[in-house]
């Protein structure tokens, strides 16, 4: 009895220590061996950030350790962090879209998610009708995200840093402006916008990219956006082809 109880009062307190913590495979793999039940391991794994590798060599490593096949569903299902995969992303984003959905923001041992959103495209030739631009004016990409502000709010002035397991050559950061609709939006030019802002990219030990900005954001609405069909060099390069596959992580400045 003694023993039953020191246990349950040991996995107790892994259990908070875990709280902060960001989980990998070993993490996964040192709850089974403290023995906490499935649902408890599901449960942490569905609550916070991960960096779980899910490759096939790792699968293997976590069913040779006794880790169960509902467990590693669930790692799965949450997302893998290894090496960035191009894989299709559903037709306007949405949930279902796998280990594409790593975004976070904050600091390291308190990781925000930024959960994908949709993003609508329109294209245009506009420009082919004004003179200074002409006929071979390429046409333009406006992208539309729902709604007038996000609801993952920062303070003025910071210069925050966020993770991805996404390719940061698939990334860009743009400032939003308000349509007249009421929906955020933004506007490329081939590959180009002049809302781009500048980002830098690092991985850190755990393998997820760390993205920078290097000037402080001012006032606004910003969202990071994602074109996994992103092959050929040019953001939106194809024009139609491509951005019916993209998602947006966004953020405002308050």
Do not use: C
């Not at 993490?27 to 023995?35: A, H, Q, Y």
């Not at 997302?79 to 594409?100: D, H, Y």
């Not at 709604?147 to 939003?176: H, M, Q, Y």
Request: proline fraction near 5%; avoid cysteine; glycine fraction near 10%.
């Amino acid at each position: 009895m003694l023993k039953k109880v020191s246990l349950v009062l040991f996995g107790l307190f892994l259990t908070v220590q875990l709280h902060a913590e960001v989980l990998t495979n070993d993490s996964v793999v040192e709850m089974v061996r403290m023995g906490l039940g499935e649902e408890i391991i599901q449960a942490k794994i569905s609550a916070g950030p991960n960096r779980f590798d899910t490759s096939t060599p790792a699968l293997a490593a976590l069913q040779k350790s006794k880790v169960s096949a509902k467990i590693i569903a669930a790692m799965i299902g949450a997302g893998a962090t290894g090496k960035p995969q191009n894989s299709a992303v559903t037709a306007f984003g949405g949930e279902n879209v796998g280990s594409e959905t790593q975004f976070y923001y904050g600091p390291e041992d308190d990781l925000v998610r930024i959960k994908p959103i949709r993003v609508a495209s329109q294209f245009s030739n506009r420009k082919a009708w004004i003179p200074i631009y002409g006929a071979f004016a390429e046409p333009e990409v406006f992208l539309f995200i729902k709604g007038s502000n996000s609801t993952n709010e920062l303070p003025t002035g910071s210069t925050p840093a966020f993770r991805t397991s996404l390719d940061p050559l698939n990334i860009r950061l743009v400032k939003l402006g308000l349509h007249k609709r009421g929906d955020r939006y933004i506007v490329f030019q081939g590959s180009n916008s002049e809302r781009e802002i500048e980002l830098e990219s690092n991985q850190d030990a755990g393998g997820m990219y760390v993205l920078s900005i290097p000037n402080q954001l001012q006032g606004g609405e910003y969202a990071f956006l994602y074109n996994p069909a992103n092959t050929s060099g040019g953001f939106w390069a194809g024009f139609g082809q491509q951005a019916g596959t993209a998602v947006a992580f966004d953020f405002s400045v308050q």
